[in-house]
């Protein structure tokens, strides 16, 4: 039986991608080093750390370990400055109707999140009192596509994989998903997350009774 939903964050509960993008762009544009729309959509889902690595193998870039980090850190700063600006209004349509059912009806409700900002971003949404886990990107050292996060997020509340349905909007999200043996719903494009058990286009058509309805011998 379903006992318990795990959401990632970005893409899912809210859209940060515009203020990621920014960010390592302005990283890049100050170490003239190319960074497009393109090159971004294979960052979703991914850590920071792993995301810097991406744009200097795009790049052709090699850099020590410190200063890798400190670059990282240095587009981290500009990106939680923006994050001052965030505010409930900033909720994906949708989401914070769905989590509001699951509380209603007395589901457990974890984040599982690759970010190391995702407790700032709930703050600003206001949007803490809904979960009764956060895993983030401090929480396991293993990034998706790694199960690690979800498996985190599930024994904090207490339930087996198969009690647990994931939200993911990232390919590597639903990787992890898969790999850690958890039920999934994918949130946009076919060819992104075509590989979740059910898919919709947005969070607003992910309603509760929709996840029930494919779900309906496991409620």
Partial sequence: MIKGFIFDLDGVITDTAELHYEAWKHLSDDMDWEFNRELNEKLRGIS??????????????TLDDATVEELATKKNDIYVASLDHMTPDDYLPGARELLTHLRSEGFKVALGSASKNAIKVLKQLNATHFFDVIGDGNSVSKSKPEPDIFLYAAEKLGLPPENCIVFEDAEKGIDAAKAGKFHSVGIGPGERVGHADIRFDTMKEATLFEVKSHFKDLF
Avoid: L
């Fill in 48 to 61: 920071r750390m792993d995301s810097i690595k991406v744009i200097m193998d795009h790049n052709h870039v």
